[in-house]
């Protein structure tokens, strides 16, 4: 089935039900800060942001990938560049702050499918992560709730197939449930 899919695979963004708390996730699960320069742009996810994490992980998506380029005029192109230099806690506090940023995010959440959880956080059962290759080919998990981007380590430059085998090795340590989604990002051909 995956031969089904358009190539190159330049991002994956995985939707999944965690099961255990991130307080037990082992050791290099964690992320760290001496990853930062390993990746082109990580940001953090805060309170603030509690339910953005699928924009997160677009943002991650997007601008880890060498090959999109993001129209500098349009909001995420000014949100880009206002923080391409920005650490990853000064990237967030530009996205808590960013008014054009949250009012294109609303417009286009309301024709979305799902509802929108406003109360609880114990309700929110999922969470969007992204998979890049970095310069160096290695596979990295980002996921802004974590201390730094995770180096998976080397696929073989297959993106699609080592974030697979990854989820797989959740699954199998029993991290996540089988209650998932995987999304590629590809170039489309015109």
Same mark, same amino acid.
């Given at each position: 089935?995956?031969?089904?899919?358009?190539?190159?695979?330049?991002?994956?963004?995985?939707?999944?039900?965690?099961?255990?708390?991130?307080?037990?996730?082992?050791?290099?699960?964690?992320?760290?800060?001496?990853?930062?320069?390993?990746?082109?742009?990580?940001?953090?996810?805060?309170?603030?942001?509690?339910?953005?994490?699928?924009?997160?992980?677009?943002?991650?998506?997007?601008?880890?990938?060498?090959?999109?380029?993001?129209?500098?005029?349009?909001?995420?192109?000014?949100?880009?560049?206002?923080?391409?230099?920005?650490?990853?806690? @000064?990237?967030?506090?530009?996205?808590?702050?960013?008014?054009?940023?949250?009012?294109?995010?609303?417009?286009?959440?309301?024709?979305?499918?799902?509802?929108?959880?406003?109360?609880?956080?114990?309700?929110?059962?999922?969470?969007?992560?992204?998979?890049?290759?970095?310069?160096?080919?290695?596979?990295?998990?980002?996921?802004?709730?974590?201390?730094?981007?995770?180096?998976?380590?080397?696929?073989?430059?297959?993106?699609?197939?080592?974030?697979?085998?990854?989820?797989?090795?959740?699954?199998?340590?029993? @991290?996540?449930?089988?209650?998932?989604?995987?999304?590629?990002?590809?170039?489309?051909?015109?």
């Amino acid at each position: 089935l995956l031969a089904f899919l358009p190539q190159p695979v330049l991002g994956v963004i995985v939707c999944y039900e965690r099961l255990i708390p991130k307080s037990s996730y082992r050791d290099q699960d964690k992320g760290s800060a001496e990853n930062y320069n390993k990746v082109h742009y990580y940001m953090h996810q805060s309170k603030v942001l509690d339910n953005a994490c699928g924009i997160v992980a677009c943002l991650h998506a997007i601008f880890n990938c060498p090959v999109i380029e993001v129209e500098k005029s349009s909001v995420l192109g000014k949100f880009q560049q206002c923080t391409i230099a920005a650490t990853p806690s @000064e990237r967030c506090t530009a996205l808590e702050n960013d008014t054009d940023f949250q009012t294109i995010h609303k417009k286009h959440a309301s024709k979305g499918q799902s509802r929108e959880i406003t109360s609880g956080q114990a309700n929110v059962k999922h969470h969007f992560i992204a998979y890049t290759l970095n310069s160096e080919g290695k596979l990295v998990e980002l996921d802004g709730t974590k201390l730094g981007p995770v180096i998976v380590g080397d696929c073989g430059g297959d993106l699609l197939r080592g974030s697979i085998k990854e989820v797989m090795g959740k699954l199998e340590r029993g @991290e996540i449930s089988e209650s998932l989604s995987m999304m590629t990002l590809n170039i489309t051909q015109d």
